[in-house]
C-alpha cells in the first residue's frame, strides 16, 4: 500500500487498482490504434487520471498529501467527463438498441476498456463506503459511460456499422 503496508496480492484492495490497472492498458491499446487526436489527447488525459484514481485506492490510510494535486480526482474531473460524453454523443444517432461491441480496432478496445471499467467499479463498491473518496466512485462511473460513447465515435468516424443486438 500507499503507507508501506504489506497485504496479500488477494486483498480486496490490490484487487482493485489492479482492475483500473488493467483498464489503463487497455486504453493504451485503444490510443495505439486510433487516428483521431482528440481521442489520443482525451484517452491521455484520462490514462493519467486512472494513475491519481488508482494512487488513492492504494492509500487506506489517507496518506497522501492534499497537496499532491496530480494524486487527487476532483468534482471537476467527473465533469470534464460528462462535457466530454456529451461532445462525442453530438455526433452519433440516437441508439435504439443494444449494440454488440467490435467495430473498428479502437472502438472494440474502448468497448473492451468499457467492460473492465465496470468490472473497476464493482471492486471499488466492494471496498464499501468509507475506503476511499465519493468522487473516485463518480469517476470510474461515469469513464465506463464516456468509453461506450467514445467507442461508438470512434467506429461512426471510421464508417464501422454497429450491429444491433
Known amino acids: 500500500m500507499f503507507d508501506g503496508t504489506r497485504v496479500s496480492k488477494a486483498d480486496p ?3 482493485a487498482y489492479g482492475e483500473v490497472d488493467e483498464l489503463n492498458a ?14 489520443r489527447e482525451r484517452v491521455t488525459a484520462i490514462q493519467r487520471d486512472l494513475f491519481a484514481l488508482g494512487a488513492r485506492l492504494a492509500d487506506p490510510g489517507h496518506r497522501i498529501a492534499g497537496r499532491v494535486t496530480k494524486a487527487a480526482i476532483t468534482p471537476e474531473d467527473v465533469a470534464r467527463l460528462e462535457r466530454w460524453i456529451d461532445s462525442f454523443s453530438e455526433e452519433l444517432p440516437p441508439l435504439r438498441r443494444f449494440v454488440l461491441p467490435g467495430g473498428s480496432p479502437s472502438g472494440a478496445a474502448l468497448h473492451v476498456a468499457r467492460t473492465v471499467c465496470r468490472r ?3 471492486a471499488m463498491v466492494d471496498l464499501g463506503d468509507s475506503a476511499f473518496e465519493v468522487e473516485l466512485l463518480h469517476y470510474i462511473n461515469r469513464l465506463s459511460d464516456l468509453l461506450f460513447t467514445m467507442a ?12 444491433e443486438w
Not at 27 to 36: C, E
Not at 152 to 163: D, K, L, Q, S, Y
Open 26 to 39: 487497455w486504453l493504451g491499446l485503444a490510443i495505439a490504434s486510433s487516428a483521431d487526436s482528440d481521442v
Open 13 to 15: 484492495r490490490v484487487a
Open 120 to 122: 473497476a467499479e464493482r
Open 152 to 163: 461508438r465515435a470512434v467506429n461512426h468516424r471510421a464508417g464501422a456499422p454497429e450491429i
